[in-house]
């Protein structure tokens, strides 16, 4: 199943991307015979009271799609979606976890995950420009995955980790490089206001399968300019929300940032850099496309 959130006139609500076909997530629920009470009219509301069992309210709510046109919003062409989460208590970002990319860095292989944080006033949507020009000229792009985590989860095992992951979504981790290098933590270059482009819906593992074969590529202005597979990681995402689990309570609707490949703009001779009016598309098979416009700078 594809979750996505989307603008009502009522606020942000969330729902199911079905072809291309957007449904209200509250109103298909309210069929369901599976349903329990508490209110869903967000997606992490929906990931709290139903993240413990993903695939089996998938595949029900996928089929009352089909038979309860009330709650069918409209075509996807006719709904302006945001971020899958739009409120995510945590953004977890681990860095230098791709083989390929520690070696174009010079860096050595980490022996554990290199964690660092974004906020949620970094994070805008499929629909939105990506924000930064203003305050850098050295944006950076940086296609990865998310992961959504579906239930809460504290000091779970890398066996048991991938059942609480509730889906995955393409994200760009847009760097402002000088921002990054100007100290010893990378916080100011990656926690720009507007920053960091995802979804543009969480795509239940069910119907993603293993995390760990997935092509992903980054184009900008349709010019590839990063192809790799997760099978390269260093850390796999279920070491990765195990690791993460045995120091903080991980929560639904939380996103972890997985990582980059080789071929970020800051390691090409000479670098590239995004500027204004560039396209950016992070592909990730079975996943979906993200793409976004950089944003002019506002004044």
Request: proline letters at 6%; hydrophobic letters at 40%.
């Amino acid at each position: 199943m594809q979750i996505i959130s989307y603008e009502h006139e009522s606020g942000i609500r969330g729902g199911v991307l079905i072809e291309d076909s957007v449904h209200d997530l509250e109103l298909l629920l309210q069929a369901s015979s599976g349903a329990v009470n508490g209110s869903t009219t967000s997606v992490r509301e929906f990931l709290e009271l139903y993240g413990d069992r993903i695939a089996s309210i998938s595949a029900e709510l996928s089929a009352l799609a089909a038979q309860d046109p009330e709650a069918r919003v409209g075509e996807r062409s006719e709904v302006r979606l945001t971020t899958p989460v739009p409120d995510p208590a945590k953004v977890l970002c681990i860095g230098l976890n791709y083989k390929d990319h520690v070696a174009e860095t010079g860096r050595a292989f980490p022996e554990y995950p290199d964690v660092f944080a974004k906020f949620a006033s970094t994070m805008v949507g499929p629909e939105d420009e990506i924000g930064g020009a203003r305050v850098s000229d050295n944006l950076d792009f940086e296609g990865e995955v998310a992961v959504v985590i579906g239930r809460r989860a504290s000091e779970v095992s890398e066996e048991e980790a991938l059942n609480y992951v509730a889906g995955l979504a393409p994200l760009n981790d847009v760097t402002a490089r000088d921002l990054q290098y100007r100290g010893t933590q990378w916080l100011a270059g990656k926690a720009v206001d507007g920053s960091t482009p995802w979804g543009p819906a969480l795509v239940t593992l069910d119907e993603v399968g293993d995390p760990q074969t997935l092509d992903l590529a980054t184009r900008v202005n349709g010019i590839e300019v990063q192809r790799s597979n997760t099978g390269y990681q260093i850390f796999s995402i279920a070491r990765i929300v195990s690791y993460l689990s045995s120091f903080l309570t991980l929560e639904p609707g939380d996103v972890i940032a997985t990582g980059t490949p080789q071929g970020i703009g800051a390691k090409r001779n000479p670098p590239v850099w995004l500027q204004p009016g560039d396209t950016v598309e992070i592909e990730i098979d079975k996943v979906g496309l993200l793409r976004n416009r950089v944003g002019k700078p506002q004044l």
